[in-house]
Nanobody, 122 residues
Framework: QVQLVESGGGLVQAGGSLRLSCAAS????????VGWFRQAPGKEREFVAA???????NYADSVKGRFTISRDNDKKTVYLQMNSLKPEDTAVYYC????????????????WGQGTQVTVSS
């Protein structure tokens, strides 16, 4: 199965930007859909954004216009560019991947990485 490693998190002030990376191993990555999720303390994990193998994207309403998901299949990496960050974006961010986009969006694959912490201060 694909192995995923998230990176790029950190501490940033409100209005700032971060770019997260989801690096994958496995020869089938180019055929996989990839999604980003986040979980804040005391809250359930929520969907953030996803991208299909062909480049189609989906975003949660809370991040539309601020976050952009993209992929580089040669590098086996999916990125999440986060702009205009808000304190409400503070969470641990995870990525997941699998062959079906709908299943990825639903969090139905067990290919989670360890996550990367994003903290946005006021």
């Amino acid at each position: 199965q694909v192995q995923l490693v998230e990176s790029g998190g950190g501490l940033v002030q409100a209005g700032g930007s971060l770019r997260l990376s989801c690096a994958a191993s496995g020869r089938t990555f180019s055929n996989y859909a990839v999604g980003w999720f986040r979980q804040a303390p005391g809250k359930e994990r929520e969907f953030v954004a996803a991208i299909s193998w062909s480049g189609n994207t989906n975003y949660a309403d809370s991040v539309k216009g601020r976050f952009t998901i993209s992929r580089d299949n040669d590098k086996k990496t999916v990125y999440l560019q986060m702009n205009s960050l808000k304190p409400e974006d503070t969470a641990v961010y995870y990525c997941n991947a699998g062959p079906n986009l709908i299943t990825v969006v639903a969090g139905g694959y067990d290919n989670w990485g360890q996550g990367t912490q994003v903290t946005v201060s006021s």
